[in-house]
T-cell receptor, first 116, second 117 residues
Framework: DTGVSQDPRHKITKRGQNVTFRCDPISEHNRLYWYRQTLGQGPEFLTYFQNEAQLEKSRLLSDRFSAERPKGSFSTLEIQRTEQGDSAMYLC??????????????FGEGSWLTVV | AQSVTQPDIHITVSEGASLELRCNYSYGATPYLFWYVQSPGQGLQLLLKYFSGDTLVQGIKGFEAEFKRSQSSFNLRKPSVHWSDAAEYFCAVGAVNYGGSQGNLIFGKGTKLSVKP
């Protein structure tokens, strides 16, 4: 069990550029989640996948954000035309199944985005 | 709507002293409750969780939490704090509804714990 892996850990980009983050979940975890955390706040839910299907998206996920999990394994989160308000830590998490069945959600180390 | 309130933004305790971090939730059904800890610049580590059964839950690193339905609370406790416990602590409720979310977590804003030598 190598844990949830995220790449890159830090990204500085100019406003208007596109950025992409990658997440590798714990092996055989069929659920994968993306959260965003700004300074002084708790993580906020963005979206989650069950295998390759994106089952829920938060209102925080504007049209500039897109997430994919093409083969039900790793996932990418792309932000197009970045804005300074996008500066945050993007957390990926995975779980072996639904919370209803008592499963735990495990978080990665996060990817820090700074938009200048 | 579900929500989590952590009333204390920052708490300072002396090493060896006891600790209690408060968490109140708003949720219509039986909640799934969690405490996570986050060191600076790091991801979140699960300390403990409550799904059902015994309302006193034991976790890692000597932490425990008690679910009190009448008070809508899930406070985190530790009898003797160590300097390495300095971190930010987040309480979360699992949002699981009919026809609604099937598994995301709603977090409080966190409580930062500082430990005095």
């Amino acid at each position: 069990d190598t844990g949830v892996s995220q790449d890159p850990r830090h990204k500085i980009t100019k406003r208007g550029q596109n950025v992409t983050f990658r997440c590798d979940p714990i092996s055989e975890h069929n659920r994968l989640y993306w959260y965003r955390q700004t300074l002084g706040q708790g993580p906020e839910f963005l979206t989650y996948f069950q295998n390759e299907a994106q089952l829920e998206k938060s209102r925080l996920l504007s049209d500039r954000f897109s997430a994919e999990r093409p083969k039900g394994s790793f996932s990418t989160l792309e932000i197009q035309r970045t804005e300074q308000g996008d500066s945050a830590m993007y957390l990926c998490a995975s779980s072996p199944g639904t919370l209803v069945l008592g499963n735990t959600i495990y978080f990665g180390e996060g990817s820090w985005l700074t938009v200048v | 709507a579900q929500s989590v309130t952590q009333p204390d933004i920052h708490i300072t305790v002396s090493e060896g002293a006891s600790l209690e971090l408060r968490c109140n939730y708003s949720y219509g059904a039986t909640p799934y409750l969690f405490w996570y800890v986050q060191s600076p610049g790091q991801g979140l580590q699960l300390l403990l969780k409550y799904f059902s059964g015994d309302t006193l839950v034991q976790g890692i690193k000597g932490f425990e939490a008690e679910f009190k339905r009448s008070q809508s609370s899930f406070n985190l406790r530790k009898p003797s704090v160590h300097w390495s416990d300095a971190a930010e602590y987040f309480c979360a409720v699992g949002a699981v509804n009919y026809g609604g979310s099937q598994g995301n977590l709603i977090f409080g804003k966190g409580t930062k714990l500082s430990v005095k030598p």
